[in-house]
């Protein structure tokens, strides 16, 4: 019989993957109070913007002024590509930083116009920078079951990936099934050998809930020992360059799965249904996630 973690940490991920993809421009305003309700339901960990070039992802352009005005309560992380987006984000006083890169070279040059080994050599360095100055790098792998241009991708390589990271000393690994084509079988093998050959560094997985298998796969990535997960309130976002990619798995929906199964997390569920509740009218389509919509019927 397995056993699964008591506790797990939910890296919420909305303000950043979820709004990316949005086409409406949502104020920051509306954005930072956002994170600031999300913040105080209960979560430590958020991705609450990214410094990528504007051009690339317009919604993410006000990231300097995000940073001046975000409670700094917990972890907040922000994305950084390159160089230049590192030297942004330290300026504007951020302190953990999420590099991202894909296993499918395809998708990296979609997303990053670099090959998969340029992202990686372009940002040893960085990585081997933040460490000396003591901040948390926290290494993104996408597509690191399937690809939206090249298809299903070798459990090696994924692990050879995550490896060069693991090598470079960071903090966390957090490796996504960034088209949501991951099923339980693949996420407990692909999270039990990550846990078995990095046992000294933080695991998360994280899923998008494109084919709906997000929850199964989070309980799948559980019983290999997963204690941590990125989701995203309202089950918002995807990635602008992984065609047909919908949201994360909704924090709100994952937290009933944990709560039903005696897991804690330090996270009112009724908090999150609230903050979503305030962003809703902001965006481009409704959020139809099964926690929300039960929150709704019960406060007609
Ligand atoms: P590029 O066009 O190759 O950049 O884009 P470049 O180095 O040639 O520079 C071109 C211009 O951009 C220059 O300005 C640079 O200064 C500027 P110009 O001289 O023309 O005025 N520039 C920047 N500006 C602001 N911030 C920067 C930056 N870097 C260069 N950091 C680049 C390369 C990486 C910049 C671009 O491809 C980019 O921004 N991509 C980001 C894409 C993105 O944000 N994707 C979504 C996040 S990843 C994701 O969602 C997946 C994840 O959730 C996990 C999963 O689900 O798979 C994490
Ligand atoms: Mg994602």
Same mark, same amino acid.
């Given at each position: 019989m397995y056993s699964l973690p008591k506790n797990v940490t939910l890296i919420e991920v909305g303000p950043r993957d979820g709004l990316q993809n949005e086409k409406n421009s949502i104020p920051t305003d509306q954005k930072l109070a956002f994170i600031h309700s999300l913040q105080q339901a209960g979560i430590h960990e958020m991705e609450v913007t990214s410094f990528v070039s504007p051009k690339w992802v317009p919604q993410m352009s006000d990231s300097k002024e995000i940073m001046a005005r975000v409670s700094k309560q917990g972890r907040q992380i922000v994305l950084t590509p390159n160089a230049r987006g590192v030297e942004n984000a330290l300026k504007a006083g951020a302190d953990s930083m999420a590099v991202f890169v894909g296993v499918s070279d395809t998708f990296n040059q979609h997303n990053i116009n670099r090959s998969t080994t340029e992202s990686v050599e372009t940002l040893r360095p960085i990585v081997h920078q933040l460490k000396i100055d003591q901040r948390f790098v926290r290494a993104c792998i996408s597509t690191a079951f399937h690809c939206p241009y090249e298809g299903f991708i070798p459990l090696e390589q994924t692990l050879a990936l995550c490896k060069k990271f693991v090598d470079m000393g960071v903090d966390e690994l957090s490796v996504a099934d960034t088209d949501g084509m991951a099923n339980p079988l693949a996420s407990y093998t692909l999270f039990r050998e990550l846990k078995k050959q990095f046992p000294n560094i933080l695991i998360t997985a994280h899923f998008h809930d494109t084919r709906k298998l997000g929850l199964a796969n989070i309980y799948a990535s559980l019983q290999a020992g997963v204690d941590r997960f990125d989701t995203s309130a309202g089950g918002l976002g995807g990635c602008p360059f992984a065609?047909? *990619? $919908?949201? %994360?798995?909704a924090t709100e929906d994952a937290l009933y799965l944990l709560q039903s199964i005696n897991v804690e997390t330090g996270i009112d569920l009724d908090k999150i249904c609230a903050a979503v509740d305030e962003v809703a009218p902001? !965006?481009? /389509?409704?959020?139809? $996630? *099964?926690?929300? %919509? !039960?929150?709704? /019927?019960r406060s007609k």
């Open positions: 065609p047909g *990619a $919908t949201g %994360n798995v902001y !965006l481009s /389509r409704p959020i139809e $996630t *099964a926690m929300y %919509n !039960l929150y709704k /019927r």
